[in-house]
């Protein structure tokens, strides 16, 4: 078997250096304009933070109808601050004007959600 | 061969791609629309519920003409809020609205019970005891004659109740009963008094349902004695007659308000209205009347020459949710009378200016505000004896509501019912 020489049967067509050319670019451009899309779809997707929030807002709206001690406070929960302001609505003694917005690590607002109720202590 | 066409696979590569792109877009502006819409919606029902509780605090002549306004001076926090006279009590509306999104609720409007006027029993006080026979049970309160309570025979059958005989604290009554709410009475006397036009007729219809948020659908049948039968009325609707309007079995009344001089509801009838009187409403035998229900003999003018007596009858085995009353501005000497047949069970409120009329097994589950009680078996009618009579103040459900009319009502105000919601 020395010295005897492989023989390669099939041939491969190469591309011409035009085409490898063009086809680069064009993978190049389609990735390009593909990455813009998916980075341009995660800074625009509603952050989970701001949803959280919002949900956090709703249920202390809750407790703060549930409850008779309608005071303005500032609260702790769930990484976020909550401003809970309190004041009559309208100079009606019978009604609440309760503010709650929240506030993340950053001192920065990510929520905030107000509604009038009735004044459990009239 | 093979071949290399490395053009030919980039451009499937990038198809591929293009399409993986495409659908991450569309998913998230989907997504994107329906958080914000559920966004948009939680801020409108928090307008919304504002709304309500602005409807609920406010006097009871405030927004009786729709009246929008925003809430917080802000953007996106419009409301529409209106409160309507719906007989015994008041109807609210509130709307909340952010461009196209819409929604609404419409409520009716009770008061608590004022616990310190509340009691099962209001007897005034004309000198007379009050004489308990037979299978006789008072739990509550109770506000009675000085003469007091006292057991007797009739009919060879001794009083067989609790010993204590009110089981409950007794307290003295007045001369006469507590007076019924006049701004709600000159309401009514206001709504009798105007002409209110409508259609005189509601024949070839099945069903008419009208929301309180539209106008309210009048049928005014002036003097033509009308038959309401093979129908559905519903909502905001008002009949209005100058005579007599009969309501059969086969119609289904909801929410809706009868004037008229004489109402006749036919046995077996199942429903919710409130009904008013100028001279009669006689309910025949084994009616339903859901809660909450509302009968009332309104007299505002002059007695005729020969004035008949105004009454209320409920036939054997009726049962009634709700308040029946009468009122009389001009006292003749015949005053309304309140009649229960056998067997009528009601939930709620009595309040007779003129007497309560009762026939064996009635039970009262809330309270019973009268002048005399009138007792009749088939030969001998018996004056302040209650025979074979339940009532009991406690087995009232602690969420029942009243209208503003009766005296015991409180001073808090709360959703009655909801009546529609989107």
Known sequence: MAGSKMRISKKVRASTIMEVLIAMTLIIVVFGIAMMIFTNVLNSSLSVKKIRAQAILQQTMLNVEASRNEVSQSVSADDFRIEQEIKPYNGNAALIDVRLTAFDNNQQKVAELEKVILNKND | ?422
């Open chain 2, 1 to 422: 061969m093979l071949k290399a066409s490395a053009l030919y696979i980039v451009i499937i590569i990038a198809l591929v791609i293009a399409v993986l792109c495409s659908s991450l877009i569309v998913a998230t502006y989907f997504y994107r629309g329906e958080y914000q819409k559920k966004f948009r919606y939680d801020k409108l029902q928090n307008n919304l519920n504002s709304g309500v509780n602005i409807l609920l605090a406010g006097a009871d002549t405030s927004y009786n003409t729709g009246t929008t306004f925003s809430l917080y001076h802000n953007e996106a926090d419009s409301v529409t809020l209106k409160k309507i006279f719906w007989g015994m009590y008041n109807i609210g509306t509130s709307v909340a609205f952010v461009q196209k999104d819409t929604v609404y609720k419409t409520f009716s409007i009770g008061y608590n019970l004022d616990s310190g006027k509340w009691a099962a029993l209001y007897l005034i006080d004309e000198d007379r005891p009050l004489s308990l026979s037979g299978k006789t049970s008072i739990i509550g309160d109770t506000y009675i004659p000085k003469a007091g309570i006292t057991t007797a025979y009739v009919d060879n059958k001794a009083y067989q109740g609790d010993k204590r005989l009110v089981i409950g604290a007794r307290k003295s009554s007045d001369k006469t009963l507590p007076p019924l709410l006049q701004s709600r009475l000159d309401q009514f006397q206001r709504f009798m008094r105007n002409y209110h036009p409508g259609d005189s007729s509601i024949s070839r219809k099945d069903s008419v349902v009208q929301s309180f948020l539209l106008p309210t659908k009048y049928f005014n049948f002036k003097k033509a004695v009308q038959n309401i039968a093979n129908i559905q009325l519903s909502g905001n609707i008002i009949l209005v007659s100058d005579t007599t309007i009969i309501i059969d079995t086969t119609a289904h009344l909801k929410n809706i308000l009868v004037f008229a001089k004489s109402i006749k509801i036919k046995s077996g009838f199942n429903g919710n209205c409130q009904l008013f009187a100028k001279d009669s409403i006689n309910i025949d035998s084994n009616c339903r009347f859901a809660y909450p229900s509302c009968l009332g003999i309104l007299r505002f003018g002059q007695p005729g020459l020969a004035p008949g007596q105004e009454y209320i009858h409920l036939g054997n085995g009726c049962n009634f949710d709700g308040i029946i009353f009468t009122y009389e501005k001009n006292m003749s000497a015949l005053k309304p009378m309140v009649d229960l047949g056998k067997r009528v069970k009601v939930t709620g409120q009595v309040y007779s200016l003129g007497g309560l009329r009762t026939k064996d097994s009635v039970e009262v589950d809330g309270s019973v505000f009268t002048s005399q009680f009138l007792y009749q078996d088939s030969f001998t009618l018996f004056q302040n004896y209650l025979i074979n009579i339940t009532m009991s103040s406690k087995a009232l459900s602690p969420y029942y509501l009243t209208g503003d009319l009766c005296p015991v009502a409180g001073q808090k105000k709360k959703v009655l019912q909801w009546l529609e919601v989107k």
